[in-house]
């Protein structure tokens, strides 16, 4: 690990600025993340500033009868909470099958939102990777992909966004509150918070230059039976090969979303759509795109046969 100065934020407009005006900063909550790669030197920040002093941990109600979940709310306390428990299961259920719970413990919502991709060839930095280093090239194309996208990739970049609970918060259409060096606060809709590779697969998500993420909003609750299922190699403690949430209504209609598959949490309305015409036709819709590589089109029929369960569960419930 190379040398870093350090120093703890005042507030969150503070943080923002100290980031932004310091070349090579990185904020540091839980550090599940950072550090690994720190380690690996496939992150090499120059300053830490620490934002976990920002009374950003709270879970409150919103006057739309939402919640409004702090950046720094533990994995374990936001999954056990009893009004995400009741209302938004899927949320709860997705947070559960992240990790192990020594990680859930640690690891913050703005830092899980926030992970930066598993694949192999980014954390070996003798491999060329486009998201590490842009230019160099992407060896997972032509090396191991079983792990990788088989949907909205790109040329420069195959790798999938590892997190559970970035899928739920895409099916519930949360809000990222963030606020900028200059004091200004926006939120950014989950839908565009996450980017695609295209040509820029280093460039991934919508924050700018110091932007500090300070809550993630709920809308209020979607009812109906909500189902999280994920589908890994082992048990515990690994990321995803095909996951799927899912909310659906009395009458047919809901939501669906896959993890495991793209570069994002991967959603579309058109498919939500067409929930009443059954999973064979929604899990076609979902990958009608899909250009998988031949050591993981196995995943489009996973992900198929994951959805078609995971909808005929929700009916029974």
Not at 5 to 15: K, V
Not at 73 to 82: E, P, S
Not at 240 to 268: E, N
Not at 299 to 312: D, E, H, N, P, S
Request: proline share 6%.
């Amino acid at each position: 690990m190379r040398a870093f100065t350090y120093e703890r934020a005042q507030s969150p407009a503070q943080a923002a600025a100290a980031v932004a005006r310091t070349p090579g900063a990185r904020f540091i909550a839980g550090g599940t993340n950072l550090l690994d790669l720190m380690k690996l030197e496939v992150e090499t920040p120059l300053h830490l500033v620490d934002v976990n002093g920002l009374a950003l941990d709270r879970i409150e109600a919103t006057p739309e009868g939402g919640l409004r979940i702090g950046a720094l709310v533990r994995n374990t306390d936001l999954a056990a909470d009893m009004r995400v428990r009741r209302d938004y299961a899927v949320l709860s259920r997705a947070l559960l099958a992240g990790a192990s719970a020594q990680l859930r413990n640690k690891a913050t919502t703005a830092g899980n939102l926030l992970q930066r991709t598993r694949c192999p060839y980014f954390y070996d930095t003798n491999q060329a990777c486009n998201k590490r280093k842009p230019g160099s090239g992407c060896a997972a194309r032509a090396g191991f992909s079983r792990q990788h996208a088989v949907v909205g990739t790109s040329a420069a970049c195959i790798a999938t966004h590892p997190s559970d609970m970035a899928v739920a918060m895409r099916l519930l259409d949360a809000g990222v509150e963030t606020v900028r060096p200059d004091g200004s606060m926006r939120v950014i809709p989950i839908a565009d918070f996450h980017h695609l590779p295209g040509n820029t697969p280093h460039i991934e998500n919508a924050l700018t230059p110091g932007e500090l993420i300070t809550a993630v909003v709920l809308p209020r609750p979607l009812g109906g039976t909500q189902v999280y299922r994920k589908v890994r190699d082992r048990s515990s403690y690994a990321f995803a090969l095909v996951s799927v949430a899912a909310v659906l209504q009395p009458d047919g209609s809901g939501r669906v979303a896959l993890g495991g598959v793209a570069h994002k949490p991967w959603r579309l309305e058109a498919a939500d759509a067409i929930l009443p015409q059954g999973a064979a036709a929604v899990g076609q819709r979902l990958l009608a795109d899909a250009t998988p590589t031949a050591e993981n089109a196995f995943k489009i029929t996973l992900a198929k046969r994951t959805l078609a369960a995971v909808l005929a569960e929700s009916r029974k419930g």
